[in-house]
């Protein structure tokens, strides 16, 4: 089992993370939390802190929420 702990910035079930990358451009949008990025709390304290200043995503994140989270991977081989 894989535990990872950190915060996420959430909106209404979602949270933010890369929606679309195909090797030229990526898009960030709101994206199921198990393909969200788990950030370090130390180094992100407000919605803003997941991308760059001045970046054209600022105002859509203000409409999110940080907020902890707890994500817990398992794996189980059953051909074996």
């Given amino acids: 089992m894989n535990v990872e702990t ?3 910035v959430m909106k209404d079930g979602k949270a933010w993370g890369v929606a679309y990358f195909d090797g030229y451009s990526t898009t960030y949008g709101w994206v199921d939390p198990h ?3 788990i950030h370090n709390p130390k180094y992100c304290k407000a919605v803003t802190s997941v991308t760059y200043p001045g970046s ?11 907020v902890h989270v ?6 189980i081989i059953e051909d074996e």
């Fill in 6 to 8: 950190g915060v996420m």
């Fill in 35 to 37: 393909f969200a990025p």
């Fill in 56 to 66: 054209p995503y600022e105002r859509e994140l203000l409409t999110g929420k940080l």
């Fill in 70 to 75: 707890r994500r817990e991977t398992h794996v």
